[in-house]
């Protein structure tokens, strides 16, 4: 099965693909859609909630591999994923070394969590309150999720059942650094947030170390969520990263 996808922006332009993150769909990338229109942007749906009970990063990388390589018509390829998304681009690196030039990872979950299929079934247990606004609004505002987008969010977060969820979760807390990962020659941007969790930060170091051409950035007073919590500032690093120019001050650079 294919991953469906929409596509914007200048079509002779450089390729550049957002993969979202669990919970979230193609929309959480808007204001990079409208930002970067000059490029060619194309935007893709995990569709964790459809047939979730199949669902996989290793799968989703596969079928992001093919989507790839059906639009990059010789052209330069950024793949930029969130958390869940960020995942799938590290597979599909991992598969296909050579596939991108740039990739920006965002909040990437590269150590597995002890005990992840007891968590992920326990955690699944939760989903009902997701049908509760009250409760979705809770769990959006923790993802910097506004008002302009919780319509979006709810929808998706009712639509997604116990089953489905608890697949998700074992597969991004079980996922760990692909072993080809080390092979990939593209330019490699590591993100976290100050205020993410200690294996957050600490999948980050893994990132960095396990290949040369990886660059680290925290995004300060930030937790798990920057492109909605300062879509401004995550634009603004990706145009410097991409003409290769100095990050913006607001940002802590590790290992320029």
């Known amino acids: 099965m294919k991953l469906s ?3 914007y922006g200048n079509l002779r332009a450089p390729l550049v693909v957002f993969v979202h993150g669990g919970g979230v769909g193609g929309w959480m990338w808007d204001k990079q859609i409208h930002h970067f229109r000059n490029y060619h942007v194309v935007v893709p749906e995990l569709n964790c909630a459809e047939n979730a009970t199949a669902f996989s990063i290793a799968g989703s990388a596969e079928r992001l591999i093919a989507l790839i390589e059906e639009k990059r018509q010789n052209k330069p390829v950024i793949a930029i994923g969130f958390s869940l998304g960020a995942q799938v681009v590290l597979a599909a690196i991992g598969q296909k070394p050579d596939l991108v030039d740039y990739a920006m990872l965002n909040s990437a979950l590269v150590k597995p969590v ?3 299929n007891t968590l992920a079934r326990s955690s699944a247990l939760f989903q009902p309150l997701a049908k509760n606004k009250a409760f979705s609004k809770l769990q959006a505002k923790s993802l910097y999720i506004g008002d302009n987008y919780f319509e979006a969010y709810y929808r998706d977060s009712r ?8 697949r998700m979760l074992k597969e991004n807390m079980s996922f760990a650094l692909p072993e080809n990962f080390k092979y990939a020659q593209a330019d490699i941007l590591v993100t976290v947030g100050e205020k993410e969790r ?11 170390k396990s290949n040369p051409n990886c660059r680290g950035i925290v995004f300060p007073d930030v937790g798990h969520g920057i492109s909605f919590a300062k879509p401004e500032l995550f634009n603004r690093v990706i145009e410097r990263w991409l003409a290769d120019r100095a990050f913006p001050e607001q940002v ?3 290992n320029d």
């Open 114 to 116: 002890p005990f992840n």
């Open 159 to 166: 639509r997604m059942k116990k089953r489905e969820l608890a």
């Open 5 to 7: 996808y929409q596509e």
């Open 198 to 208: 200690g294996v957050m930060k600490a999948s980050m170091t893994e990132i960095l």
């Open 252 to 254: 802590i650079v590790l």
